[in-house]
């Protein structure tokens, strides 16, 4: 199925970006839970799927709402307020969602074959099951996202601001119709080819809210519940180097210049592409574009274990950074553990 998305002059005004938690869970969820061999997140799945299953999220609320493939319940992915909407905002709103909404969804879920015998708690009362729904949420979230959400946050918001800086320079019929391979803006109107939901303007409000994603790899996920704007999920540039692993040696020039551990401290700002550029920075490269290719054969290290998420506002990137960036002389980020022990 294609599908095509008309705008007009005050849709392209309200064309905006936005990082969702909740896209994450749901995006990331699909995979751990239905397809964990899904390269390149397979290293993350085959570690958090066994967590998943021990708390019992494989047979819960979520593996009913976010089937294996196809539709997934609206109400999951509220229209976000601002740019960096935190997961605390997003639970509140799906808190806050009607009882008509979210039995529309589940009408939908039911067509796709969603067993209906499951689905009758939350259908008879949603003001009251909706609350343990969230629940899950946030125990999934601690479980699978927390550990890894500093390096996930880092390139969800680094294509926020390129692509913002691309529409700046470039116009925004460009930075859509590069979004992914499905997606391409023709004559007034953004066309998606091989749909498993249609899009259309009179299913959904004005404008069009952008989200990039890391787990939403190989495809454009899409969300249209008039009078909310509609919601295109698409895969994030870079969203291959999260599970990179981090150079743990220095070049001796660098080294030499700065110390050491100083030099390390700004190889771990190397990836993804800074949000901002100046005089002494422009010459950067860009960051690679996104794999495809399973890191499977690569060396494993623990996992961040802070749950709290960095602040929005990425770090300017420094001119040794870009030095360093240029040489091609480190990566940043940590790869997930060769032996879990929460496993």
Not at 298 to 303: E, G, I, N
């Amino acid at each position: 199925m294609d599908a095509g998305l008309s705008f007009s002059a005050a849709d392209l005004a309200q064309t905006r970006f936005a990082v969702s938690p909740m896209w994450e869970v749901v995006t990331s969820y699909r995979i751990a839970a239905h397809l964990p061999d899904s390269a390149p997140h397979g290293r993350w799945a085959a570690q958090v799927r066994p967590r998943l299953v021990r708390a019992g999220l494989d047979r819960g609320w979520l593996s009913l709402l976010v089937p294996g493939l196809g539709y997934l319940a609206d109400f999951l992915n509220p229209t976000p307020a601002g740019p960096f909407p935190t997961l605390a905002a997003e639970l509140d709103a799906i808190r806050r969602a009607s009882p008509e909404d979210v039995r529309d969804d589940l009408d939908t879920l039911e067509g796709k074959g969603v067993d209906a015998a499951r689905l009758r708690a939350l259908r008879e009362d949603p003001v009251e099951v909706l609350p343990k729904v969230v629940d899950e949420i946030e125990t999934y979230w601690e479980l699978a996202l927390a550990p890894y959400w500093a390096r996930i946050q880092k390139v969800l918001e680094a294509d926020v601001f390129h692509r913002a800086r691309q529409v700046a320079e470039h116009g925004s019929a460009r930075v859509l119709s590069e979004l992914h391979e499905t997606v391409r803006w023709d004559d007034g109107t953004l066309r998606l080819v091989r749909r498993h939901c249609a899009l259309t303007r009179d299913q959904a409000g004005s404008g069009l809210l952008l989200v990039p994603s890391v787990f939403a790899w190989p495809r454009v996920l899409t969300r249209s519940v008039h009078p909310d704007p509609p919601q295109l999920a698409y895969p994030a540039r870079g969203f291959g180097s999260v599970w990179e692993p981090r150079t743990t040696v220095a070049t001796d020039a660098v080294a030499a210049v700065l110390g050491r551990s100083r030099t390390l401290l700004l190889t771990e700002l190397d990836t993804p592409p800074p949000p901002r550029s100046s005089p002494r920075t422009a010459a950067c490269p860009p960051q690679a574009s996104p794999s495809t290719s399973s890191p499977s054969g690569t060396p494993v290290s623990s996992p961040p274990t802070a749950a709290a998420a960095p602040s929005s506002t990425p770090v300017p990137p420094s001119p040794i950074n870009c030095c360093i960036r240029e040489g091609g002389w480190a990566r940043g980020f940590y790869l997930l553990d060769r032996a879990d022990p929460r496993t």
